[in-house]
């Protein structure tokens, strides 16, 4: 298998877990923004069988991009689990597995207030190349904080990939490529919305407030 053959089965995937969903009245994002569309990945990360599979997509969209971790670390907590279950699948095909060469790293949710400072906000410290994963990206804050922390660390971060990016520009105007890149990381995403919406059956409602939500907030416009 690769990703290229794989890729709109991964979408399938998306659509028939439904990690998209809408809501009649739109609600208010941690961003601040209101939408009556989101995107939740929370029930694969709760179902060991959904997880499996999505992590072994993962791993063909890492062949496809012809990236060599040493560790893959998910930004906490929402991608905790599959940074982990990830790097132990990617060590275990490796031809060089053996002990001390793979290390298995978590971030804390809040910083430890005592013991090792190294532990403040890792159980486990990240080393070597990172891949850092995020589920959703939006304006990307949580990805940001996650890569200046593990800059603390001295580690070499070679690549962020977010499973689904929702396509937005921040309120700067900048969209999670652009400020990605301000701090010397590449930004890959495995789907995007502008892909997926359109694919999706909605009432007329909810088409016309995500189509204006795309004129405001988008990296481009959506008709669907």
């Known amino acids: 298998m690769n990703w290229e053959n794989e890729k709109d089965n991964f979408h399938n995937f ?25 995107i939740n990945w929370r029930n694969i990360a709760s179902d060991v069988y959904l997880l499996d599979q999505l992590t072994d997509y993962i791993l063909l969209f890492i062949d496809y991009l012809g990236l060599n971790p040493k560790c893959f670390y ?25 002990p001390g060469c793979y290390p298995l790293s978590m971030g804390r949710g809040k910083p430890k207030e005592h013991g090792d400072p190294k532990d403040k906000f890792f159980v486990g410290i ?43 520009k921040r309120d700067d105007g900048k969209s999670i490529e652009e400020i990605v890149k301000e701090q010397n990381v590449q930004y890959y995403a495995m789907s995007n919305a502008v892909d ?10 909810i ?17 669907l």
């Open 196 to 205: 997926l919406l359109p694919r999706i059956n909605m009432n007329k409602d």
């Open 14 to 38: 998306i659509l028939n877990n439904k990690i998209i969903g809408f809501f009649k009245e739109p609600l208010r994002l941690k961003s601040g923004r209101l939408s009556s569309w989101y």
């Open 74 to 98: 998910g930004v906490p907590e929402g991608a905790t689990k599959l940074g982990i279950i990830t790097q132990y699948k990617w060590a275990r095909r490796q031809k060089n597995y053996n």
């Open 126 to 168: 990240p080393k070597g190349e990172i891949i850092i994963l995020e589920d959703v990206t939006t304006t990307g804050e949580s990805l940001i904080d996650t890569i200046k922390r593990l800059k603390e660390v001295n580690v070499r971060i070679i690549a962020a990939i977010g499973l689904t990016n929702r396509n937005e």
């Open 207 to 223: 088409k016309n407030h995500i189509e204006e939500y795309f004129k405001k907030y988008g990296t481009q416009q959506i008709n």
